[in-house]
Protein backbone atom coordinates (compact mmCIF):
# COMPACT_ATOMS: atom_id res chain seq x y z
CA UNK A 1 0.00 0.00 0.00
CA UNK A 2 0.89 3.43 -1.23
CA UNK A 3 -0.97 6.15 0.47
CA UNK A 4 -0.97 9.95 -1.35
CA UNK A 5 -1.45 12.33 1.83
CA UNK A 6 -2.19 15.78 0.62
CA UNK A 7 -0.88 18.58 2.94
CA UNK A 8 -2.24 21.78 2.46
CA UNK A 9 -0.36 24.95 3.67
CA UNK A 10 -1.19 28.49 3.67
CA UNK A 11 0.16 30.25 6.26
CA UNK A 12 3.52 30.79 7.68
CA UNK A 13 3.06 30.01 10.87
CA UNK A 14 1.39 26.41 10.01
CA UNK A 15 3.76 26.07 7.74
CA UNK A 16 6.20 26.19 10.72
CA UNK A 17 3.87 23.65 12.50
CA UNK A 18 3.63 21.81 9.42
CA UNK A 19 6.85 20.99 8.03
CA UNK A 20 7.93 18.25 11.43
CA UNK A 21 4.69 16.40 9.93
CA UNK A 22 5.81 16.67 6.14
CA UNK A 23 9.40 15.16 7.03
CA UNK A 24 7.68 12.24 8.91
CA UNK A 25 5.10 12.00 6.05
CA UNK A 26 8.30 11.43 3.86
CA UNK A 27 10.20 9.51 5.52
CA UNK A 28 7.19 6.49 5.94
CA UNK A 29 7.87 4.23 3.55
CA UNK A 30 3.70 3.55 3.00
CA UNK A 31 3.20 7.15 2.10
CA UNK A 32 3.59 9.57 -0.57
CA UNK A 33 4.02 13.49 0.35
CA UNK A 34 1.64 15.91 -1.87
CA UNK A 35 1.93 19.73 -1.01
CA UNK A 36 -0.44 22.29 -2.11
CA UNK A 37 0.73 25.75 -1.28
CA UNK A 38 -2.13 28.70 -1.02
CA UNK A 39 -3.05 31.90 0.97
CA UNK A 40 -0.92 34.19 2.24
CA UNK A 41 2.16 31.91 1.15
CA UNK A 42 1.72 33.30 -2.42
CA UNK A 43 1.26 37.13 -1.85
CA UNK A 44 4.15 39.60 -1.59
CA UNK A 45 2.22 41.62 0.60
CA UNK A 46 2.65 38.78 3.78
CA UNK A 47 6.45 38.54 2.90
CA UNK A 48 6.51 35.95 -0.05
CA UNK A 49 7.27 32.76 2.22
CA UNK A 50 6.71 30.72 -1.03
CA UNK A 51 10.45 31.11 -1.28
CA UNK A 52 10.98 29.76 2.57
CA UNK A 53 9.45 26.44 1.43
CA UNK A 54 10.80 26.41 -1.76
CA UNK A 55 14.44 26.47 0.24
CA UNK A 56 12.96 24.37 2.74
CA UNK A 57 13.50 21.57 -0.14
CA UNK A 58 9.74 20.45 -0.12
CA UNK A 59 8.57 19.67 -4.05
CA UNK A 60 5.60 21.86 -4.41
CA UNK A 61 2.72 19.84 -6.34
CA UNK A 62 0.46 22.56 -6.85
CA UNK A 63 -0.27 26.22 -6.18
CA UNK A 64 -3.88 27.43 -5.27
CA UNK A 65 -4.09 31.41 -5.94
CA UNK A 66 -7.18 32.77 -3.69
CA UNK A 67 -6.24 35.48 -1.99
CA UNK A 68 -7.73 39.15 -3.47
CA UNK A 69 -6.39 42.45 -3.22
CA UNK A 70 -8.78 43.18 -0.48
CA UNK A 71 -9.24 42.02 3.27
CA UNK A 72 -12.74 43.18 3.53
CA UNK A 73 -15.50 40.74 4.50
CA UNK A 74 -16.75 40.83 0.53
CA UNK A 75 -12.74 40.42 -0.31
CA UNK A 76 -12.57 37.55 2.01
CA UNK A 77 -15.73 36.16 1.00
CA UNK A 78 -14.77 35.66 -2.65
CA UNK A 79 -11.10 34.49 -1.56
CA UNK A 80 -13.22 31.90 -0.34
CA UNK A 81 -14.91 30.85 -3.21
CA UNK A 82 -11.87 31.49 -5.43
CA UNK A 83 -9.97 28.75 -3.23
CA UNK A 84 -12.84 26.40 -3.80
CA UNK A 85 -12.25 26.37 -7.73
CA UNK A 86 -8.23 26.26 -7.08
CA UNK A 87 -8.50 22.94 -4.75
CA UNK A 88 -11.15 21.99 -7.24
CA UNK A 89 -8.20 22.03 -10.02
CA UNK A 90 -5.55 20.71 -7.35
CA UNK A 91 -7.67 17.49 -6.12
CA UNK A 92 -8.83 16.80 -10.12
CA UNK A 93 -5.00 16.47 -10.73
CA UNK A 94 -3.40 14.96 -7.90
CA UNK A 95 -5.96 12.50 -6.76
CA UNK A 96 -5.09 12.02 -3.32
CA UNK A 97 -5.88 9.69 -0.99
CA UNK A 98 -5.96 11.55 2.47
CA UNK A 99 -6.13 15.18 2.45
CA UNK A 100 -4.14 16.74 5.86
CA UNK A 101 -5.36 20.03 7.21
CA UNK A 102 -4.27 21.98 10.40
CA UNK A 103 -6.32 24.33 11.64
CA UNK A 104 -9.19 26.93 11.36
CA UNK A 105 -8.61 29.11 8.71
CA UNK A 106 -10.35 30.24 5.59
CA UNK A 107 -8.36 28.79 3.15
CA UNK A 108 -8.22 25.90 5.10
CA UNK A 109 -11.65 25.60 5.07
CA UNK A 110 -11.87 25.71 1.14
CA UNK A 111 -9.95 22.95 0.73
CA UNK A 112 -11.71 20.67 3.04
CA UNK A 113 -15.30 22.05 1.22
CA UNK A 114 -13.54 20.62 -2.22
CA UNK A 115 -12.65 17.73 -0.64
CA UNK A 116 -16.11 16.94 1.23
CA UNK A 117 -17.34 16.81 -2.90
CA UNK A 118 -14.56 14.73 -4.16
CA UNK A 119 -15.15 12.13 -1.61
CA UNK A 120 -11.67 13.01 -0.19
CA UNK A 121 -11.07 11.58 3.47
CA UNK A 122 -9.31 14.46 6.06
CA UNK A 123 -7.50 14.35 8.63
CA UNK A 124 -8.01 17.30 10.60
CA UNK A 125 -5.65 18.35 13.21
CA UNK A 126 -6.37 20.33 16.05
CA UNK A 127 -9.94 20.38 16.28
CA UNK A 128 -12.02 21.35 19.96
CA UNK A 129 -9.75 24.84 20.68
CA UNK A 130 -11.63 27.46 20.92
CA UNK A 131 -11.13 30.96 20.22
CA UNK A 132 -14.07 33.61 20.90
CA UNK A 133 -13.08 36.04 19.08
CA UNK A 134 -12.10 35.05 15.52
CA UNK A 135 -14.67 33.57 12.48
CA UNK A 136 -12.07 31.07 12.77
CA UNK A 137 -14.44 29.55 15.97
CA UNK A 138 -16.75 28.40 13.59
CA UNK A 139 -14.49 27.18 10.76
CA UNK A 140 -12.26 25.29 12.77
CA UNK A 141 -15.60 23.31 13.97
CA UNK A 142 -17.27 23.31 10.29
CA UNK A 143 -13.39 21.67 9.24
CA UNK A 144 -14.25 19.00 12.28
CA UNK A 145 -17.57 18.11 10.75
CA UNK A 146 -16.32 17.51 7.43
CA UNK A 147 -13.42 15.70 8.51
CA UNK A 148 -13.00 11.62 9.17
CA UNK A 149 -9.72 12.01 11.31
CA UNK A 150 -9.06 13.78 14.18
CA UNK A 151 -5.98 14.75 15.98
CA UNK A 152 -5.93 16.94 18.81
CA UNK A 153 -3.75 18.51 21.28
CA UNK A 154 -5.16 17.06 24.89
CA UNK A 155 -7.88 15.61 25.99
CA UNK A 156 -9.48 18.54 26.63
CA UNK A 157 -9.68 19.10 22.83
CA UNK A 158 -10.30 15.69 22.56
CA UNK A 159 -13.71 15.65 24.42
CA UNK A 160 -14.84 18.60 22.46
CA UNK A 161 -14.32 16.82 19.52
CA UNK A 162 -16.87 13.69 20.49
CA UNK A 163 -19.29 16.33 21.30
CA UNK A 164 -19.86 17.56 17.95
CA UNK A 165 -20.43 13.99 17.42
CA UNK A 166 -17.43 12.42 15.69
CA UNK A 167 -16.14 8.70 16.59
CA UNK A 168 -14.16 8.14 19.90
CA UNK A 169 -12.10 5.88 17.68
CA UNK A 170 -11.15 8.23 15.13
CA UNK A 171 -10.18 11.21 17.74
CA UNK A 172 -6.35 10.83 19.04
CA UNK A 173 -4.81 12.87 21.20
CA UNK A 174 -1.00 13.59 20.47
CA UNK A 175 -0.21 16.66 21.55
CA UNK A 176 1.23 19.66 19.95
CA UNK A 177 3.05 20.06 16.72
CA UNK A 178 4.62 23.09 17.91
CA UNK A 179 6.93 21.79 20.90
CA UNK A 180 8.23 18.81 17.93
CA UNK A 181 9.21 22.27 15.58
CA UNK A 182 11.18 23.72 19.07
CA UNK A 183 12.85 20.35 19.71
CA UNK A 184 13.46 19.76 15.61
CA UNK A 185 14.71 23.26 15.01
CA UNK A 186 18.47 24.73 15.07
CA UNK A 187 18.08 27.43 17.08
CA UNK A 188 20.55 30.29 16.14
CA UNK A 189 22.85 31.89 18.36
CA UNK A 190 21.93 35.38 19.91
CA UNK A 191 25.13 37.06 17.51
CA UNK A 192 23.55 34.92 14.36
CA UNK A 193 19.97 36.19 14.88
CA UNK A 194 20.83 39.56 15.53
CA UNK A 195 22.96 39.61 12.46
CA UNK A 196 19.80 38.22 10.33
CA UNK A 197 17.46 40.46 12.01
CA UNK A 198 19.62 43.09 11.73
CA UNK A 199 19.39 44.59 14.94
CA UNK A 200 20.64 44.63 18.24
CA UNK A 201 18.57 43.04 21.28
CA UNK A 202 18.57 45.36 24.41
CA UNK A 203 18.10 44.72 28.36
CA UNK A 204 14.96 44.39 27.95
CA UNK A 205 13.04 42.40 24.75
CA UNK A 206 9.70 42.03 23.23
CA UNK A 207 7.94 39.85 20.19
CA UNK A 208 4.73 40.95 19.32
CA UNK A 209 2.19 39.72 17.08
CA UNK A 210 -0.98 41.14 16.65
CA UNK A 211 -4.08 39.62 14.52
CA UNK A 212 -7.83 40.99 13.82
CA UNK A 213 -10.25 39.94 16.13
CA UNK A 214 -12.76 39.16 13.25
CA UNK A 215 -15.76 38.95 15.41
CA UNK A 216 -15.16 42.06 16.80
CA UNK A 217 -13.19 43.60 13.69
CA UNK A 218 -14.41 47.35 14.49
CA UNK A 219 -12.20 47.02 17.85
CA UNK A 220 -9.03 45.73 16.57
CA UNK A 221 -7.53 49.12 15.76
CA UNK A 222 -8.63 50.37 18.86
CA UNK A 223 -7.40 47.29 20.61
CA UNK A 224 -4.31 47.46 18.74
CA UNK A 225 -3.33 51.51 19.36
CA UNK A 226 -4.09 50.48 23.41
CA UNK A 227 -1.22 47.74 23.15
CA UNK A 228 1.11 50.77 21.21
CA UNK A 229 -0.11 53.11 23.88
CA UNK A 230 1.16 50.45 26.25
CA UNK A 231 4.55 49.82 24.72
CA UNK A 232 4.99 53.75 24.80
CA UNK A 233 5.23 53.32 28.22
CA UNK A 234 8.23 50.80 28.43
CA UNK A 235 11.78 52.12 28.56
CA UNK A 236 14.92 50.53 26.97
CA UNK A 237 13.11 47.80 25.59
CA UNK A 238 13.26 45.84 21.98
CA UNK A 239 10.29 46.16 19.99
CA UNK A 240 10.38 42.98 17.50
CA UNK A 241 7.19 43.13 15.51
CA UNK A 242 6.27 40.87 12.80
CA UNK A 243 2.89 41.30 10.54
CA UNK A 244 -0.78 40.08 11.33
CA UNK A 245 -2.62 37.39 9.16
CA UNK A 246 -4.64 37.88 6.23
CA UNK A 247 -7.37 38.44 7.85
CA UNK A 248 -10.67 40.79 7.66
CA UNK A 249 -9.01 43.91 8.23
CA UNK A 250 -5.16 42.78 8.78
CA UNK A 251 -3.84 45.61 6.16
CA UNK A 252 -5.11 48.76 8.16
CA UNK A 253 -3.30 47.00 11.55
CA UNK A 254 -0.29 46.03 9.64
CA UNK A 255 -0.46 49.90 8.55
CA UNK A 256 -0.74 51.03 12.04
CA UNK A 257 2.24 48.71 12.86
CA UNK A 258 4.19 50.38 10.42
CA UNK A 259 3.68 54.02 11.30
CA UNK A 260 4.43 53.04 15.12
CA UNK A 261 7.87 51.38 14.28
CA UNK A 262 9.04 54.46 11.91
CA UNK A 263 8.14 56.83 14.68
CA UNK A 264 10.16 54.47 17.29
CA UNK A 265 13.50 53.75 17.22
CA UNK A 266 13.49 50.47 19.39
CA UNK A 267 10.94 49.15 17.16
CA UNK A 268 11.58 46.88 14.50
CA UNK A 269 9.07 45.13 12.07
CA UNK A 270 9.98 41.91 10.51
CA UNK A 271 6.94 40.51 7.86
CA UNK A 272 8.05 36.75 8.45
CA UNK A 273 10.85 35.17 10.45
CA UNK A 274 10.53 31.93 9.17
CA UNK A 275 10.62 28.91 11.66
CA UNK A 276 14.03 29.25 12.32
CA UNK A 277 14.18 32.83 13.61
CA UNK A 278 11.19 33.00 15.19
CA UNK A 279 11.90 30.07 17.65
CA UNK A 280 15.30 31.86 18.22
CA UNK A 281 14.01 34.80 18.80
CA UNK A 282 11.64 33.32 21.46
CA UNK A 283 14.66 32.09 23.04
CA UNK A 284 16.18 36.17 23.89
CA UNK A 285 13.10 37.62 24.67
CA UNK A 286 11.35 38.38 27.85
CA UNK A 287 7.81 37.59 26.39
CA UNK A 288 5.55 37.07 23.96
CA UNK A 289 3.00 39.90 23.25
CA UNK A 290 -0.26 40.12 21.50
CA UNK A 291 -2.86 37.37 20.47
CA UNK A 292 -1.05 34.87 18.06
CA UNK A 293 -1.28 31.56 19.64
CA UNK A 294 1.97 30.93 19.99
CA UNK A 295 2.01 32.41 23.02
CA UNK A 296 -0.13 30.22 24.38
CA UNK A 297 1.61 26.73 22.73
CA UNK A 298 5.30 27.23 22.30
CA UNK A 299 6.16 30.37 24.48
CA UNK A 300 5.54 27.96 27.47
CA UNK A 301 8.16 25.47 26.38
CA UNK A 302 11.19 28.15 26.59
CA UNK A 303 9.74 29.06 30.04
CA UNK A 304 8.77 33.14 28.82
CA UNK A 305 5.57 34.78 29.84
CA UNK A 306 2.78 35.65 27.36
CA UNK A 307 0.55 38.85 27.53
CA UNK A 308 -2.23 37.73 26.03
CA UNK A 309 -4.49 40.62 24.98
CA UNK A 310 -8.22 40.81 24.36
CA UNK A 311 -10.55 37.55 23.30
CA UNK A 312 -9.13 36.74 19.94
CA UNK A 313 -7.68 33.10 21.64
CA UNK A 314 -10.46 33.17 24.55
CA UNK A 315 -11.19 29.80 25.36
CA UNK A 316 -7.78 28.46 24.29
CA UNK A 317 -6.08 26.09 27.02
CA UNK A 318 -3.05 27.94 28.77
CA UNK A 319 -0.09 27.73 30.34
CA UNK A 320 0.83 29.32 34.14
CA UNK A 321 3.18 31.84 32.06
CA UNK A 322 -0.20 33.33 29.92
CA UNK A 323 -1.10 36.45 31.15
CA UNK A 324 -4.76 37.27 29.53
CA UNK A 325 -5.90 40.88 29.94
CA UNK A 326 -8.58 42.96 28.59
CA UNK A 327 -8.31 45.52 26.18
CA UNK A 328 -7.84 49.30 27.61
CA UNK A 329 -4.05 50.78 27.44
CA UNK A 330 -4.38 50.38 31.50
CA UNK A 331 -5.14 46.32 31.65
CA UNK A 332 -2.27 45.79 28.97
CA UNK A 333 0.03 47.83 30.62
CA UNK A 334 -0.68 46.52 34.30
CA UNK A 335 -0.32 43.10 32.81
CA UNK A 336 2.88 43.98 30.92
CA UNK A 337 4.14 45.05 34.76
CA UNK A 338 3.20 41.70 35.48
CA UNK A 339 5.38 40.25 32.76
CA UNK A 340 8.87 41.71 34.34
CA UNK A 341 7.78 41.21 38.51
CA UNK A 342 10.39 39.35 39.71
CA UNK A 343 7.89 36.98 41.76
CA UNK A 344 5.63 36.13 38.57
CA UNK A 345 9.51 35.53 36.84
CA UNK A 346 10.65 33.34 39.47
CA UNK A 347 7.82 30.95 38.67
CA UNK A 348 8.60 30.55 34.74
CA UNK A 349 11.20 27.83 35.48
CA UNK A 350 8.38 25.23 36.55
CA UNK A 351 6.08 26.08 33.53
CA UNK A 352 4.34 23.29 32.11
CA UNK A 353 3.41 23.65 28.60
CA UNK A 354 -0.28 22.06 28.36
CA UNK A 355 0.20 21.50 24.74
CA UNK A 356 2.65 18.53 25.52
CA UNK A 357 6.40 17.53 25.24
CA UNK A 358 6.99 16.26 21.93
CA UNK A 359 6.21 13.69 19.48
CA UNK A 360 3.24 14.59 17.92
CA UNK A 361 4.41 14.06 14.04
CA UNK A 362 5.34 10.89 14.66
CA UNK A 363 1.33 9.66 16.74
CA UNK A 364 -0.13 11.55 13.59
CA UNK A 365 1.63 9.34 10.77
CA UNK A 366 1.40 6.56 12.76
CA UNK A 367 -2.11 6.51 12.41
CA UNK A 368 -2.47 7.88 8.77
CA UNK A 369 -0.50 5.67 7.16
CA UNK A 370 -2.18 2.41 8.96
CA UNK A 371 -5.73 3.08 9.86
CA UNK A 372 -8.10 1.69 7.27
CA UNK A 373 -9.63 4.46 4.92
CA UNK A 374 -12.19 1.80 3.40
CA UNK A 375 -15.97 3.00 4.47
CA UNK A 376 -14.63 6.20 6.43
CA UNK A 377 -16.50 8.63 3.88
CA UNK A 378 -19.95 7.59 5.84
CA UNK A 379 -20.34 9.05 9.09
CA UNK A 380 -22.88 8.72 11.87
CA UNK A 381 -23.41 10.98 14.38
CA UNK A 382 -21.72 9.88 17.85
CA UNK A 383 -24.12 10.38 20.96
CA UNK A 384 -22.25 11.28 23.60
CA UNK A 385 -25.30 9.92 26.02
CA UNK A 386 -25.15 13.54 28.11
CA UNK A 387 -28.31 15.14 29.45
CA UNK A 388 -29.31 18.74 28.56
Do not use: W
Not at 184 to 201: G, H, I, N, P, V
Not at 317 to 330: D, E, Q, T, Y
Amino acid sequence: MNRKVCVVTGTRAEFGLLQCLMKAISEEPRLTLQLVVTGMHLSPNYGSTLKEIEDSGYKIDCKVEMLLDSDSPSGIAKSIGLGNIGFAEAFSRLQPDLLVVLGDRFEIFSAVTAALIFGIPVAHLYGGETTEGAFDEAIRHSISKMSHLHFVANLDYARRVIQLGEHPERVFTVGGLGVDAINETLLMSRDLLEASLELKFLKKNLLITFHPETIEGKSSVHLLNSMLDALCDLEDTLLIFTLPNADTGGRELAKRIEAFVGENPNAYLIPSMGRQRYLSCMQYVDGVIGNSSSGLSEAPTFKIGTVNIGARQKGRLSAASVISCGSSKGEISDALKKLYDPHFRSTLSCVINPYGDGGAAKRIVDVISSHSLTGILKKSFYDFGGKI
